[in-house]
């Protein structure tokens, strides 16, 4: 503490009741002989005086009860938005303060339906074409006429596959129909 005046800091945290015993001893002895720093510490104890009485005033004239009472009818009154108002909202301030909060989502969003369209429009080949490798343990295809009187016996040509189904076996019948189309028929035997 300066034999002077006490540094405004000091005298506002002595004020306050924030100094350590010692240090508040101190201050309290400099007030004792220093009529200016006392001035200014009188000056404050008014000044706190007159704000905590206006501060009552003010609130004695307040009805705090019907205050809460319209703050608690305006969060009932008010109505919920709906999600595409919130969307909205959401979108407009992220675009304010953060655009990269919108654009990032909504570019991987776009990239993704990309990729659903280009796997779901891209024509079917055989497995070969697509640089895939039979596995050892694929199952035995054979082909099978379905009527030997059929003036085209390829297109009526159905395949039969003997597959491994754990402790069961069984085949699938690929059945070639007459429209073009087959359809599968798996037969599992139980023995």
Same mark, same amino acid.
């Given at each position: ?7 405004? @800091? ?18 309290? $002895? ?9 001035? $200014?510490?009188? *000056? ?9 009485? *206006? ?7 307040? @009805?705090? @009860? ?9 969060? +009932?009154?008010?109505?919920?938005? $709906? ?17 990269? $909060? ?26 070969? +074409?697509?640089?895939?490798?039979? @596995? ?21 040509? *159905? ?7 754990? *402790? ?24």
């Amino acid at each position: 503490m300066s034999i002077e005046h006490v540094q405004e @800091d000091a005298l506002n945290m002595h004020f306050d009741g924030e100094l350590a015993p010692a240090e508040a001893a101190s201050v309290e $002895r400099h007030l004792a002989t220093c009529g200016e720093c006392s001035k $200014r510490l009188n *000056s404050m104890q008014r000044l706190h005086e007159m704000i905590t009485m *206006s501060a009552a005033q003010v609130a004695s004239e307040v @009805d705090f @009860d019907a205050m809460f009472g319209r703050v608690e009818q305006g969060t +009932k009154v008010a109505p919920v938005p $709906r999600l595409i108002e919130r969307i909205g909202l959401w979108v407009t301030e992220s675009l304010q303060h953060n655009p990269m $909060r919108v654009w990032a989502p909504a570019g991987g969003l776009a990239l993704a339906a990309a990729a659903a369209v280009i796997f779901v429009l891209r024509p079917s080949e055989p497995m070969a +074409k697509r640089g895939v490798v039979p @596995d050892e343990r694929e199952p035995k295809r054979e082909k099978m006429m379905v009527a030997e009187n059929d003036p085209a016996p390829e297109s009526n040509a *159905s395949e039969v596959v003997q597959v491994d189904f754990g *402790s069961n076996t069984g085949t699938v019948f690929e059945i070639a129909l007459a429209d073009g189309a087959s359809t599968p028929v798996v037969w599992i035997n139980e023995d």
